[in-house]
């Protein structure tokens, strides 16, 4: 098999590299996210000006539980820092609206990309009766429509009886409803 490529669409395609090369980065993620029955207020690791890279024990996540009334006893972040995704979990008692603050021993090493990982969000949550709760977020990391303050699915007419907005839900193809089967086809007549 041969491929002619023209002079135009090499050129094309070499602006097309380094265009991508120059590409701006992710935003930052904005605080304070709520993620599930948390809110998290930052989310930051440290330089260590010596050698350019995050220092140790340096992953700060500050967060409060959101959930009145309710107190939680273990919560797993996913945190993605420079392309890197690092899983860790906090254990105690959190009690609603109270601030956290906690430092892991995370990361430490990885080459330095400032001071705010990617991504920063709860995994599972679980409260002191048990209970797991599993955020959904959407495309763009936000939670999805139609998840409660405890992060669980909202039921129809949703905690207070008021039915959630109608028209479509925002965030995408991903968070709109299963479509609908469609209606069977009628029975042939009798004759």
């Known amino acids: 098999m041969r491929l002619d490529v023209s002079g135009s669409a090499l050129a094309a395609t070499i602006a097309l590299l380094a265009g991508s090369?120059?590409?701006?980065?992710m935003p930052a993620q904005q605080f304070p996210y709520k993620s599930g029955p948390v809110t998290i207020t930052s989310c930051t690791v440290n330089e260590d000006k010596?050698?350019?890279?995050?220092?140790?024990?340096?992953?700060?996540?500050?967060?409060?539980?959101n959930a009145e009334g309710?107190?939680?006893?273990?919560?797993?972040?996913?945190?993605?820092?420079a392309g890197t995704p690092?899983?860790?979990?906090?254990?105690?008692s959190f009690d609603y609206n109270a601030p956290i603050t906690h430092q892991f021993n995370?990361?430490?090493?990885h080459a330095w990309a400032g001071p705010s990982p990617e991504v920063c969000r709860v995994l599972?949550?679980?409260?002191?009766n048990g209970q797991v709760v599993n955020p959904h977020y959407g495309p763009e990391g936000a939670m999805r429509p139609g998840m409660t303050?405890?992060?669980?699915?909202?039921?129809?007419g949703g905690p207070d009886?008021?039915?959630?907005?109608a028209g479509p839900p925002p965030g995408g193809p991903d968070s709109a409803p299963a479509p609908q089967a469609p209606a069977p086809a009628p029975a042939p007549a009798a004759t």
């Open 124 to 128: 599972t949550a679980t409260f002191d």
């Open 70 to 81: 309710r107190k939680l006893t273990s919560i797993t972040f996913r945190v993605r820092y």
């Open 50 to 65: 010596s050698n350019s890279t995050v220092s140790s024990n340096s992953l700060r996540i500050n967060y409060f539980p």
């Open 149 to 156: 303050d405890n992060g669980a699915p909202q039921q129809p």
């Open 161 to 165: 009886g008021a039915m959630p907005p």
């Open 86 to 92: 690092v899983t860790v979990t906090d254990t105690g």
């Open 106 to 109: 995370l990361l430490g090493g």
């Open 21 to 25: 090369a120059n590409a701006q980065p």
